[in-house]
């Protein structure tokens, strides 16, 4: 590794090369300023990467013809770019992203910016609060350019030797800070269903947002949790400090969190910081469907936009305009159906736009893309309710459905239901 100035640094990206770039919290924003700002030569460049946190300068108007922006997974910062047509969507599970970087990988990378901790007496550099694909990225790019910080946080688990870092900047950078959402009552009443779902003992994996924070407030009067997830949040800091969460009882990696990366609040890079306890590992571990599975009563709360009334899950666009990405919600679908004692849930409110349009809807708004499927959903939870619709027939779903949409959409969905075929009694 040898420590260059800015200029040198973005030097090493070419025109038409493939660039990836370190993700979430790790996002590297010093090396991504030198490119935008100095290096107005470059054509072509493709951009890749999973969501970042912080501004994407290469994403604004103008810059078409510099760079344009691949998503593995759409984050706020590029998604108008994404809509408007001037940057790509790869719709790829999150387990599968490492392989694409590998030799006959479908995306071979040129250079990787990525963001470390100064290196260790061992001569090695932790990739902090985000390995997720960046440790594939560094051992598959042919040039690897890193941001070693001052202040990212050494985690356990995976790291990469300083042999392969190719050129670094020094920077002392606060990392990007992901506000804790608060949940409203129907987050809280989704919460409240879910964690009765949930057994003492059981592993858990979540994401961000209302009603993961809802679910993880309902449990702390459960015991012996465990967590093997993608993603992690504030909303288990406090069932850790509670020793709620002890993974005492996992059947892998007992008495440790397992995660691939980290976004939230300034005190939880404190608390992962060093901390043995949680251990930082990539998306093909993390999301490994055989891994996953390996864990008994392993329960998987994912997100949904809409579901229809067969039980098709919609979660990565609102009709043909792309939101967000597949993610890890069928790995750990699948994963942890598969799991001994495993609870597969789609959460999500009963409505959108303040209560103005049902998300359990008859049939899916044309373009919308599926992403978990009839075949692999279970459990889906609103504020009225859970039901699990594995093994049922459609005429079940259909049912079992319009009993948790909001009631103000109930007969509505009843008599499409009828109209299509579903339910065979008429009810006008």
Request: with cysteine; proline share 6%.
């Amino acid at each position: 590794m040898r420590f260059v100035s800015l200029d040198e640094a973005v030097a090493v990206v070419k025109s038409s090369d493939r660039l990836y770039i370190h993700a979430g919290a790790a996002t590297p924003h010093g090396l991504i300023a030198g490119l935008v700002e100095l290096r107005h030569d470059l054509r072509d460049v493709e951009i890749v990467h999973m969501h970042t946190d912080g501004p994407a300068p290469y994403t604004e108007l103008g810059m078409e013809h510099r760079f344009r922006h691949n998503a593995l997974f759409i984050g706020p910062n590029t998604r108008q770019a994404v809509q408007e047509g001037r940057a790509d969507y790869t719709p790829v599970f999150l387990s599968e992203i490492p392989a694409l970087f590998e030799p006959g990988g479908s995306l071979p990378l040129d250079v990787a910016f990525i963001h470390v901790t100064p290196p260790d007496a061992d001569g090695n550099c932790s990739l902090g609060v985000s390995v997720d694909c960046a440790l594939s990225a560094a051992t598959n790019a042919r040039m690897v350019v890193a941001q070693v910080n001052l202040r990212m946080p050494r985690t356990f688990g995976a790291s990469i030797p300083v042999s392969l870092i190719d050129l670094a900047i020094e920077v002392d950078h606060e990392l990007p800070i992901a506000v804790h959402q608060l949940p409203g009552p129907e987050a809280t009443e989704v919460g409240r269903h879910v964690a009765a779902l949930i057994k003492d003992g059981a592993t858990l994996q979540m994401g961000i947002g209302a009603i993961p924070n809802a679910v993880l407030r309902e449990l702390k009067n459960h015991r012996d949790l465990g967590v093997h997830t993608e993603m992690f949040t504030d909303g288990l800091l406090t069932l850790l400090h509670a020793g709620v969460v002890n993974g005492s009882r996992k059947t892998m990696h007992p008495g440790k969190v397992v995660t691939a990366f980290a976004v939230g609040s300034n005190a939880l890079y404190d608390f992962v910081g060093d901390n043995p306890d949680i251990e930082f590992h990539p998306v093909d571990h993390t999301n490994n469907v055989d891994v996953i599975a390996a864990h008994d009563n392993m329960v998987a709360i994912n997100s949904a936009l809409s579901v229809d009334l067969t039980g098709q899950v919609v979660a990565d666009s609102i009709g043909p305009r792309f939101y967000s990405g597949i993610g890890g919600q069928v790995d750990f679908i699948r994963g942890s159906a598969r799991s001994k004692g495993g609870v597969p849930i789609i959460a999500l409110p009963s409505t959108a736009k303040n209560g103005e349009v049902s998300r359990i809807c008859p049939e899916l708004l044309a373009g919308s893309g599926v992403v978990t499927t009839r075949g692999d959903v279970h459990w889906v939870v609103t504020e009225y309710g859970a039901r699990n619709l594995h093994g049922r027939t459609i005429r079940d779903r259909a049912t079992m459905l319009i009993e948790i949409a909001h009631p103000k959409f109930r007969d509505d969905l009843e008599r499409a239901a009828v109209r299509l075929g579903y339910l065979g009694h008429h009810e006008h």
